[in-house]
């Protein structure tokens, strides 16, 4: 199994910044992308930003210019540098694994989730 575990969120004002970190542990051969997720209470979860082993990078349009994902391939861990925050990004982030497993093929991993607040 693979474990993703994420930290960083919290509570800030409008216009500062937060740094998101998630770590992938467990038994598999090897990582195919890792991402960042957000889900507000009754919508669906949608795609903050997701980065690939060769470091392509994908973003949602609304964080475009203040969000940059990164990825340290050697420590299974990706991070998500929020700058410029808006009150409208505040939702519960997961990370994302893409992981080819060592006998189940590729599949995706969730973390448990990370609150972030952004107040006005």
């Known amino acids: 199994q693979v474990q993703l575990v994420e930290s960083g969120g919290g509570l800030v004002q409008a216009g500062g910044s937060l740094r998101l970190s998630c770590v992938a542990s467990g038994r598999f051969l090897s990582i195919n992308s890792m991402g960042w997720y957000r889900q507000v209470p009754g919508s669906q979860r949608e795609l903050v930003a997701t980065?690939?082993?060769?470091?392509?990078?994908n973003y949602l349009d609304s964080v475009k210019g203040r969000f940059t994902i990164s990825r340290d391939i050697a420590k299974n861990t990706v991070y998500l540098q929020m700058n410029s925050l808006k009150p409208e990004d505040t939702a519960v982030y997961y990370c994302n694994a893409h992981v080819l497993t060592r006998f189940s093929g590729s599949r995706d991993f969730w973390g448990q989730g990370t609150q972030v607040t952004v107040s006005s």
């Open positions: 980065i690939t082993g060769g470091s392509n990078t």
